[in-house]
Structures are given as structure tokens and as C-alpha cells.
């Protein structure tokens, strides 16, 4: 089994920066792809960031410049680095990875962390 666990959400004005962390514990062999999603009340979650296994990263138009998504593998640990945030970047941000394993991939969510951008 993998947990993940995330943590770095809160309140936040407008402007602001915040930095997300997820760490995966568990029975990993290995980690294919780290990723950071976001879901508001009655949306579908929608990815944010994502970064696979030989670095290629891809963001969503909408935090291109603001955002950075980076990983310690030693660690296994994703982070989202925020800044500039805006009202519009509120909502909760779900951990996700892809790990290999016997030759198959499965993937695991965290439990979500809540980010508010407000003044």
C-alpha cells in the first residue's frame, strides 16, 4: 500500500505565495510520475502541475509562471511552489503519483489539502 500525505495549504491574500509538499510512503519501487491536481465544489479536479520520471514538466495554462513543481526523488517528495496567487487559484489540492511495480503502473491520490486565496 502507498499513503501520501500532503501538507502546506492555509489561507493566503491575494498576491501571495504558498508551497505545497507531498511525501509517499509505502511500498514504492518505483515512482513514474509526481503530480499536483485541484478541485473546487462541483468541478472536476483538473490538473495543475505534473512532472514525470526524466523531468519533463507540464503546467496548466493558467499558473504558467507563477507555479513551480519540483521533487526529490530521494525523498519521494513532490512540491508545488505558489506564487503570485489569485482568488481564483482557491481550492483543494490533491497530491497524485504513478509508480511502477511488477512491470504494471497504479496510481494513488493524496487526501487533499485546502488552499484560500482571499483578502
Known amino acids: 500500500q502507498v499513503q501520501l500525505v500532503e501538507s502546506g495549504g492555509g489561507l493566503v491574500q491575494p498576491g501571495g505565495s504558498l508551497r505545497l509538499s507531498c511525501v509517499a510512503s509505502?511500498?514504492?519501487?518505483?515512482?513514474?510520475?509526481m503530480a499536483w491536481y485541484r478541485q473546487t465544489p462541483g468541478k472536476q479536479r483538473d490538473l495543475v502541475a505534473r512532472?514525470?520520471?526524466?523531468?519533463?514538466?507540464t503546467y496548466q495554462d493558467s499558473v504558467k509562471g507563477r507555479f513551480t513543481i519540483s521533487r526529490d526523488n530521494a525523498k519521494n517528495t513532490v512540491y508545488l511552489q505558489m506564487n503570485s496567487l489569485k482568488p481564483e487559484d482557491t481550492a483543494a489540492y490533491y497530491c497524485?503519483?504513478?509508480?511502477?511495480?511488477?512491470?504494471?503502473?497504479?496510481?494513488?491520490w493524496g487526501q487533499g489539502t485546502q488552499v484560500t486565496v482571499s483578502s
Open positions: 509505502g511500498s514504492i519501487f518505483s515512482i513514474y510520475a
Open positions: 497524485h503519483i504513478t509508480i511502477t511495480r511488477g512491470g504494471l503502473q497504479y496510481a494513488y
Open positions: 512532472i514525470g520520471s526524466g523531468g519533463t514538466i
